[in-house]
């Protein structure tokens, strides 16, 4: 996990969580903050997350772009990559699987990750495969931005060959269950979403009739449809 301390931070007690910066001006409340990116499935993840815990009073939502790496958002993440999240007491949180698993520890009663075993190490292991899903097809997109000149068109080939392989093998062993929306769902349904958004080409759905079906369901979601990219 990734946790880090900002400097010259402290925690005031309160109904809500809040950290207490100073500044050269004033000193004054600082709500949780997320970092996000609007296109970014990593980012998408940990919003959905925050709509199905019911957080969204709680935690500010930021928007920046990554790729500018400004002053503000290196100050807060000096990776300068979305989503992060910056706690109450001024602890920095990135990685969109850890950031659920911090969320999910903030909230009472939460059905984000199953505390009993085995369904736990299903959650999470469904989780990391659709987190992997999600990297490939992120490759093939940032490959494209590239001039023509540049691009690697085997590196693309293997990461389009890895994606077909990871939604066959989900369609014929996944437990689709649309009546369950954990972080394991949450991560398949935006890998599915990130995948239609930047790479509708590889026309997923036709020889994967179960996960189509379910992605109808998952999709319509409120929190799915309130965080798509645009």
């Not at 394991?184 to 009739?209: N, Q």
Request: charged residues 25%; contains cysteine.
């Amino acid at each position: 996990m990734h946790f880090y301390k900002t400097e010259g931070s402290s925690s005031l007690i309160g109904t809500k969580p809040y950290v207490a910066q100073w500044s050269a001006t004033t000193w004054g409340p600082i709500p949780m903050r997320l970092f996000f990116n609007q296109t970014s499935p990593y980012a998408r993840k940990v919003r959905v997350a925050l709509y199905e815990l019911g957080l969204n009073d709680i935690i500010q939502l930021v928007e920046v772009d990554p790729w500018l790496e400004s002053r503000d958002f290196t100050d807060a993440n000096p990776l300068s990559k979305v989503p992060a999240l910056v706690l109450a007491n001024g602890t920095l949180v990135t990685e969109s699987d850890t950031i659920a698993q911090t969320l999910h520890g903030l909230t009472a009663h939460s059905q984000l990750i199953p505390k009993e075993e085995p369904a736990r190490q299903l959650c999470l292991g469904r989780a990391a495969l659709c987190q992997g899903l999600i990297d490939a097809t992120f490759i093939c997109a940032i490959e494209g931005r590239r001039p023509s000149e540049l691009r690697w068109a085997d590196w693309v080939a293997r990461q389009e060959r890895a994606i077909a392989r990871t939604l066959s093998w989900i369609e014929a062993r996944f437990d689709l269950d649309d009546r369950r929306f954990d972080l394991g769902d949450i991560g398949l349904a935006c890998g599915l979403g990130y995948l239609d958004f930047r790479a509708a080409h590889l026309s997923w759905r036709p020889e994967r009739p179960r996960l189509a079906d379910w992605f109808e369901h998952a999709r319509v979601r409120s929190s799915m449809i309130a965080t798509q990219p645009c």
